[in-house]
């Protein structure tokens, strides 16, 4: 309710005045009276009055002394607001109560709709105030509330070393004892949700969650981290099961007793988060259950090494069940994860690394996908990772092949061009190459294609048109004899393939030749 006290010398004013309040508002104002100023004072010492009502001329006490008296008395918890009561006669003695902020005057004899009026005004603006300020306060705590998650979060980043002073300030406030959560949710396309989204997302389960944790806060990584008992966490655990928030993923720490075990504790909700990456249907790792009965083995140097050896062979079953052996994976609800961290590590540094130092860059899809699986920890669960990495060695095999099929093709194109540098003047066709080679027929053709850049047939009439071209040069040859010696069935076929790669017959060309003017040709006769 608010207090609200009238002040006048005459019984009959306070007591119209009380009834006429209370009829026009019941239940709102607790109402108190004073027949003059010093009285008034008193009752203002007792117990602190929202609105003041009084009169200025009073004996004892006038209301411009008391007007004094309550703004130096009010000075640390806020002024009352004052209306003043006055006759004609004194109205203008009483305006010069504004320097105490009087928020408005009333004329004898009092009229309701005025008192009622100013009243409800001083009200609208109590409520403007007291929302104003609450609204600071909220502002203020909501700075404060940030600036701790940013203290705190700072001390999750940071590396072993000595905790600031605003940070172990910080971790006084925390209430022992404690449990640290971290959370991540993904969505079904493998992005992960934001942790403001997350935290909408939690108290859309059980309402706000400050109402059950201490501390709510991201860490570096944009993961949502929380603080509280142990109990919550459960709680929360059980709520996303219930609606079947299978990608929501918790991990919590054990429960400690020391602040200074703070960022231990989110150490060990981040380690526990991890350990769902071993199942695909877990969904809350406690770092308690991870601690005892985990499986490791010595590093799989000789089968790692086999590994490196089996890829380019074809082997591909082999190479799977080889995989399987190397990450046991018949252990692995039970295996430690550093195990298979190390494991990946070893993977990339002994096996894939030294495939590209060997064998040089693959293609551009085989490097996209090695730099995903580069890191066991870019997939959910190790399922994930697996087939990826499958999918990976099993593409550097197909790679390592190809490698080595390009320098057997290399070597046996390089064998087959010599041959027809050797026997072009010779009636010589494609058959007879690839049978040389010792290649099939069809896959000969494609190659020498690919290799030269033209066909069999172009190929052959070009290398027996330059060695024409060289017997032109010398006059003393026969056109006829020319065309026999470079291979050509008869000089008319020869007449013809020249001139189609030539534009000129062949006998024009020597006639070129022999008067100087056929380009490059006659540098070489004068050289």
């Known amino acids: 309710m608010t207090n609200l006290l009238i002040v006048d010398d005459e019984k009959m004013i306070r007591l119209g005045l009380k009834a006429m309040i209370e009829r026009e508002y019941p239940a709102v104002y607790s109402i108190s009276m004073a027949g003059n100023g010093a009285e ?144 991540n949710y993904y969505h079904s396309d493998g992005t992960r949700m934001k942790p403001a989204e997350v935290q909408g997302l939690l108290e859309q389960l059980g309402g706000p969650l400050e109402h059950k944790f201490t501390e709510i806060l991201t860490d570096g990584d944009g993961k949502l981290v929380l603080v509280g008992d142990g109990e ?124 590209f130092r060997t064998h040089g860059e693959a293609s551009v899809e085989v490097l996209k996908l090695y730099r995903q699986v580069g890191n066991l920890h870019n997939f959910r669960h190790f399922h994930d990772y697996y087939r990826a990495l499958e999918h990976l060695l099993l593409s550097v095999n197909d790679y390592i092949i190809g490698i080595k099929s390009a320098h057997t093709e290399h070597a046996d194109m390089e064998e087959a061009l010599a041959y027809i540098e050797a026997n072009y003047a010779r009636p010589l066709n494609m058959a007879m190459v690839s049978n040389y080679v010792s290649l099939n027929y069809s896959y000969f053709s494609e190659a020498f294609k690919a290799y030269t850049g033209e066909s069999f047939v172009l190929y052959l009439k070009k290398v027996r048109i330059r060695h024409a071209k060289e017997l032109l040069a010398d006059n003393r040859v026969k056109l006829a004899s020319v065309s026999e010696s470079v291979g050509f069935e008869n000089s008319k076929q020869f007449a013809r393939v020249f001139k189609e790669l030539e534009g000129i017959s062949p006998g024009e060309y020597r006639a070129k030749l022999l008067m100087g003017r056929y380009p490059g040709q006659a540098e070489d006769k004068e050289s």
């Open 232 to 355: 919550s966490f459960l709680e929360l655990a059980k709520r996303a099961e219930s609606k079947e928030l299978t990608r929501l993923l918790l991990g919590i720490s054990r429960e400690s007793r020391s602040a200074e075990q703070f960022r231990a504790c989110y150490l060990e909700a981040c380690r526990a988060l991890q350990y769902i990456f071993l199942s695909p249907q877990a969904s809350f790792v406690d770092y308690t259950d991870i601690q005892a009965g985990r499986l490791s083995f010595p590093l799989p140097e000789e089968e790692l090494r086999k590994l490196l050896n089996m890829l380019g062979t074809g082997r591909e079953k082999e190479i799977k069940a080889l995989l399987g052996v190397i990450f046991q994976t018949e252990h692995l609800l039970r295996l430690d994860l550093g195990y298979l961290e190390n494991v990946g590590r070893s993977m990339n540094e002994r096996v894939l690394d030294e495939v």
């Open 40 to 183: 008034a004072l008193e009752l203002y010492k007792q117990e602190r009055q929202d609105v003041i009502i009084t009169d200025i001329r009073m004996p004892i006490m006038d209301g411009i002394t008391l007007l004094a008296r309550l703004s130096a008395e009010a000075a640390a918890d806020g002024a009352p607001a004052v209306i003043i009561l006055s006759g004609h006669d004194d109205f203008e003695y009483a305006k010069s109560a504004i320097r105490y902020r009087v928020k408005d005057y009333l004329l004898k004899p009092i009229r309701r709709e005025e008192l009622f009026e100013i009243l409800e005004r001083i009200a609208k603006e109590g409520e403007e105030r007291e929302f104003s300020s609450h609204k600071q306060l909220q502002e203020a705590e909501g700075y404060r509330r940030e600036l701790r998650a940013a203290r705190l979060r700072s001390l999750l980043m940071q590396q072993e070393g000595e905790v600031s002073s605003a940070q172990q300030e910080e971790l006084a406030g925390l209430e022992v004892p404690f449990t640290v959560g971290v959370l």
